[in-house]
């Protein structure tokens, strides 16, 4: 309990705080009586130390050291009763007590021996503790049963609200507002969560409670914010104040709040994971063919939105990191937890940038595979955009959440059961834009077919025709071969459009007009006539196949 509420007590009643009293709100965890000279090493934080002043009486010199020594180790307050061996306190001591906020109280009026006002206290500490359990259970009980009668987290966080009368927010794993009381719905919930958004930004790792205060001009200007935590980090429970003053039951109040939402949101995942584990296990057996009949397929994917009419295509997505030669999370559980743990939330990262396309879809995990099923609407399937827009989250993602992913894209089918062949086709995608060492990368199944085709070209063929093309370009300054190449190549990625082109290798418009001026000066060849176009791209495509120097577009090229 704290000081002051301590001192309440009938037997502390004549009690006088006689410097210090900034530290009144400091909590009292025990009662220590001892007098010896070395009881400094003795003490613990929350200690109130009890003393008819002997220690101090032949010790002026060590009395300020005593007490700074107390308040280091973050001790209560110290309480003495000075008249019974004379004991003088320095104005110093007096002062410097005062600036650190450290407490120190004059017993000499109570007429009870330190044994009887060491009992009382601590009887008092106990059955305060006593209290706090049983509210503690008490508050527990009634949020587990909200959560039982299927009331569910937003009514806890209401509930709450009403036992601190004030505003409470949830902020879920990405620091959106999840559930809000009342008090918080009738304020602004932006200029609520701004500032704490911006702490939690700043502070992202902390694990246990803080409190705060906010600068801004609102009346809630302290909060109290609780991380909440199942297998992985779910969020915060805010409670915002008008004063910084808050009492000891306000916070089990919100400590069991945490825990009662940590075991919602744990039965909530799991619910979730079993879903999500037949969900994977129906597509697992459908690729593989393990369903044979198509009204079983049907049956059992119509709550995943399989239909017998329409199109679909199958895309798959893959971390690059898992086919460039880092090694595969070990066989241990902890290794086990890690990866799924990591490919979960991978998984969201991709669905939900997967929902801002316009694009209807349903989503699975095989293996480190991520499986995208697209329907297709009646209009014709624009591939091209697609590869583009996938393109974009690719580079979008490795930006943002530093996860380096490539997708290859299977043909479009009509029967249910062709799913198995469009995802080979896809992991041949994947595999054929792996070879040619790119990342971040999406690839169709009809790319993939035009490398298999120049693969049919006896070597000695492909690395003639590769040499005769740039054969111009040998004779120039190395750095200038370099850039003319990369312009050329980032020419023809960009579908031969200027200003895309200037904006991906970051130079001025009037520079790329300028380089392919020269590439055509130099190669003697038109380099938008689409024979000759074709014959530059084919010439970049044998880089990969004959394993030579790739131009620099196609070594750094990440999209």
Same mark, same amino acid.
């Given at each position: 309990?704290?000081?002051?509420?301590?001192?309440?007590?009938?037997?502390?009643?004549?009690?006088?705080?006689?410097?210090?009293?900034?530290?009144?709100?400091?909590?009292?965890?025990?009662?220590?009586?001892?007098?010896?000279?070395?009881?400094?090493?003795?003490?613990?934080?929350?200690?109130?130390?009890?003393?008819?002043?002997?220690?101090?009486?032949?010790?002026?010199?060590?009395?300020?050291?005593?007490?700074?020594?107390?308040?280091?180790?973050?001790?209560?307050?110290?309480?003495?009763?000075?008249?019974?061996?004379?004991?003088?306190?320095?104005?110093?001591?007096?002062?410097?007590?005062?600036?650190?906020?450290?407490?120190?109280?004059?017993?000499?009026?109570?007429?009870?021996?330190?044994?009887?006002?060491?009992?009382?206290?601590?009887?008092?500490?106990?059955?305060?503790?006593?209290?706090?359990?049983?509210?503690?259970?008490?508050?527990?009980?009634?949020?587990?049963?909200?959560?039982?009668?299927?009331?569910?987290?937003?009514?806890?966080?209401?509930?709450?609200?009403?036992?601190?009368?004030?505003?409470?927010?949830?902020?879920?794993?990405?620091?959106?507002?999840?559930?809000?009381?009342?008090?918080?719905?009738?304020?602004?919930?932006?200029?609520?969560?701004?500032?704490?958004?911006?702490?939690?930004?700043?502070?992202?790792?902390?694990?246990?409670?803080?409190?705060?205060?906010?600068?801004?001009?609102?009346?809630?200007?302290?909060?109290?914010?609780?991380?909440?935590?199942?297998?992985?980090?779910? !969020?915060? $429970?805010?409670? /915002?104040?008008? @004063? +910084?003053?808050?009492?000891?039951?306000?916070?089990?109040? #919100? *400590?069991?709040?945490?825990?009662?939402?940590?075991?919602?949101?744990?039965?909530?995942?799991?619910?979730?994971?079993?879903?999500?584990?037949?969900?994977?296990?129906?597509?697992?057996?459908?690729?593989?063919?393990?369903?044979?009949?198509?009204?079983?397929?049907?049956?059992?994917?119509?709550?995943?939105?399989?239909?017998?009419?329409?199109?679909?295509?199958?895309?798959?997505?893959?971390?690059?990191?898992?086919?460039?030669?880092?090694?595969?999370?070990?066989?241990?559980?902890?290794?086990?937890?890690?990866?799924?743990?990591?490919?979960?939330?991978?998984?969201?990262?991709?669905?939900?940038?997967?929902?801002?396309?316009?694009?209807?879809?349903?989503?699975?995990?095989?293996?480190?595979?991520? !499986?995208? $099923?697209?329907? /297709?609407?009646? @209009? +014709?399937?624009?591939?091209?955009?697609?590869?583009?827009? #996938? *393109?974009?989250?690719?580079?979008?993602?490795?930006?943002?959440?530093?996860?380096?992913?490539?997708?290859?894209?299977?043909?479009?089918?009509?029967?249910?059961?062709?799913?198995?062949?469009?995802?080979?086709?896809?992991?041949?995608?994947?595999?054929?834009?792996?070879?040619?060492?790119?990342?971040?990368?999406?690839?169709?199944?009809?790319?993939?077919?035009?490398?298999?085709?120049?693969?049919?070209?006896?070597?000695?063929?492909?690395?003639?025709?590769?040499?005769?093309?740039?054969?111009?370009?040998?004779?120039?300054?190395?750095?200038?071969?370099?850039?003319?190449?990369?312009?050329?190549?980032?020419?023809?990625?960009?579908?031969?459009?200027?200003?895309?082109?200037?904006?991906?290798?970051?130079?001025?418009?009037?520079?790329?007009?300028?380089?392919?001026?020269?590439?055509?000066?130099?190669?003697?060849?038109?380099?938008?006539?689409?024979?000759?176009?074709?014959?530059?791209?084919?010439?970049?495509?044998?880089?990969?196949?004959?394993?030579?120097?790739?131009?620099?577009?196609?070594?750094?090229?990440?999209?």
């Amino acid at each position: 309990m704290d000081l002051q509420q301590l001192l309440t007590i009938p037997i502390l009643s004549k009690a006088k705080v006689i410097t210090g009293h900034r530290g009144l709100d400091r909590l009292v965890q025990s009662i220590n009586i001892m007098d010896a000279p070395d009881i400094v090493q003795f003490l613990k934080p929350g200690d109130m130390l009890l003393t008819n002043g002997y220690i101090l009486k032949d010790r002026p010199d060590a009395h300020l050291a005593f007490i700074t020594d107390m308040h280091a180790i973050g001790c209560a307050a110290l309480a003495v009763k000075t008249q019974r061996f004379s004991l003088e306190l320095s104005p110093q001591l007096l002062e410097t007590a005062d600036r650190l906020g450290f407490p120190i109280i004059e017993l000499s009026e109570i007429d009870n021996t330190l044994g009887e006002i060491f009992q009382h206290s601590i009887s008092a500490i106990l059955q305060n503790k006593t209290h706090e359990l049983h509210y503690a259970l008490s508050i527990h009980k009634q949020f587990s049963t909200m959560v039982m009668q299927g009331k569910g987290i937003p009514s806890i966080v209401d509930t709450l609200s009403q036992l601190l009368s004030s505003p409470v927010l949830l902020l879920g794993s990405k620091k959106q507002i999840t559930a809000s009381s009342h008090y918080a719905q009738q304020m602004d919930h932006q200029s609520l969560a701004a500032p704490l958004l911006t702490l939690i930004d700043e502070h992202p790792s902390f694990h246990t409670a803080i409190s705060i205060c906010l600068l801004t001009a609102d009346k809630y200007r302290h909060a109290e914010l609780h991380p909440i935590f199942t297998d992985r980090h779910e !969020g915060y $429970l805010i409670a /915002l104040y008008d @004063s +910084s003053a808050t009492s000891k039951l306000s916070t089990l109040a #919100l *400590e069991q709040a945490v825990n009662v939402i940590g075991l919602e949101l744990t039965k909530k995942q799991a619910v979730k994971e079993r879903s999500r584990r037949y969900k994977n296990e129906y597509f697992s057996d459908l690729i593989q063919g393990f369903i044979r009949s198509e009204q079983e397929a049907l049956h059992r994917g119509k709550k995943y939105g399989l239909q017998a009419k329409g199109s679909s295509v199958l895309i798959i997505a893959k971390k690059d990191e898992s086919l460039a030669g880092i090694p595969k999370q070990n066989s241990t559980s902890s290794g086990e937890e890690r990866f799924i743990s990591e490919r979960d939330a991978n998984y969201e990262l991709i669905k939900q940038e997967f929902a801002r396309l316009d694009l209807s879809f349903v989503m699975f995990t095989k293996n480190d595979q991520f !499986g995208i $099923l697209v329907f /297709l609407a009646e @209009s +014709s399937w624009d591939e091209h955009t697609v590869v583009q827009q #996938l *393109e974009r989250m690719a580079s979008k993602l490795y930006t943002e959440s530093q996860l380096s992913l490539s997708f290859g894209i299977g043909n479009s089918y009509t029967n249910v059961l062709d799913i198995g062949l469009s995802y080979k086709e896809a992991v041949k995608a994947l595999q054929s834009g792996y070879q040619m060492r790119k990342t971040r990368f999406a690839h169709s199944y009809q790319t993939m077919d035009i490398s298999r085709l120049l693969r049919m070209i006896p070597h000695d063929e492909m690395l003639q025709f590769h040499q005769e093309t740039f054969k111009p370009f040998n004779d120039r300054d190395p750095n200038e071969r370099s850039e003319l190449m990369k312009t050329l190549s980032s020419f023809y990625e960009n579908h031969c459009q200027i200003v895309d082109t200037a904006k991906e290798l970051f130079v001025h418009r009037n520079t790329v007009i300028y380089r392919l001026e020269k590439c055509e000066k130099l190669t003697g060849r038109n380099i938008k006539d689409p024979m000759e176009s074709l014959r530059f791209r084919l010439a970049f495509a044998l880089e990969s196949l004959l394993n030579v120097n790739p131009a620099p577009s196609e070594a750094n090229h990440t999209s």
